[in-house]
């Protein structure tokens, strides 16, 4: 079957480091997307890694390994504008988008 | 600039009644999406379409019709809804390529009493 395994919530301080993991399974695999969503808001895209490495885009990182099917979303220099759920999605073969329940991040000043 | 636009944003409605909830987007995009999510839950699929006249399900079986006469409209209707159906209902659109980001609507807040 297809799953998506992501921790259901984290907590961090305000300017620190956060890294939220992410395990898939899909049947075939077209990439690993992750997407930010406040609380009763539409989500919005993050990122998109098809191969193995490090994409990074500003205080956000998004890691991909694809022998492992594993995935990291990093966020530095933490905002409290950063609370919200994020959510990892892979994409199978048909191109069809697989999600996570998502990880609700919590920022303490 | 992403423009999906979702109406009702907030419905309350009694069971049986027929409803549809209306989407559009002005980004010219091929494929549009229905997707229903529950607090703290995944997102599940329930409707695509790949362009005009074309409509597919999704893994999600909710008792709904799609349609797509034009581009821009992608309408979900509930023909009696029950109170299983109380969820947020989420549109998104993406380009014609087979990979790209989805761009998604406020979502429309269903309760069914």
């Known amino acids: 079957g297809q799953n998506i395994d992501q921790p259901t919530e984290m907590t961090a301080t305000e300017g620190a480091i956060v890294q939220i993991n992410c395990t898939y399974q899909?049947?075939?695999?077209?990439?690993l997307f992750w997407y930010q969503q406040h609380a009763g808001e539409a989500p919005t895209f993050l990122s998109y890694?098809?191969l193995d490495g490090l994409e990074e885009k500003g205080r956000f990182s998004s890691f991909l390994s694809r022998s492992k099917g594993y995935s990291y979303l990093l966020l530095k220099e933490l905002q409290m504008k950063d609370s919200a759920s994020y959510l990892c999605?892979?994409?199978?073969?048909?191109?069809?988008?697989?999600w996570g329940a998502g990880t609700k991040l919590i920022i303490k000043p | 600039e992403a423009d999906i636009y979702q109406t009702p944003r907030y419905l309350v409605i009694g069971t049986g009644k027929k409803i549809t909830l209306e989407c559009s987007q002005t980004?010219?995009?091929?494929?549009m999406y229905w997707y229903q999510q529950d607090p703290g839950m995944e997102l599940h699929l329930i409707h695509y379409?790949?362009?005009?006249?074309?409509?597919e399900k999704g893994d999600l079986s909710s008792e709904s019709t799609v349609s797509r006469i034009r581009t821009e409209h992608f309408p979900l209707t509930l023909e009696s809804a029950r109170p299983s159906h109380t969820s947020q209902y989420l549109c998104?659109?993406?380009?014609?390529?087979?990979?790209?980001?989805?761009?998604f609507g406020p979502g429309t807040r269903l309760t069914v009493t």
């Open positions: 899909t049947s075939g695999f077209n990439g």
């Open positions: 890694n098809v």
């Open positions: 999605a892979g994409m199978d073969s048909n191109y069809q988008l697989i």
């Open positions: 998104a659109s993406s380009e014609g390529a087979e990979v790209g980001e989805q761009y």
């Open positions: 980004m010219g995009h091929d494929k």
């Open positions: 379409s790949y362009g005009v006249n074309s409509t």
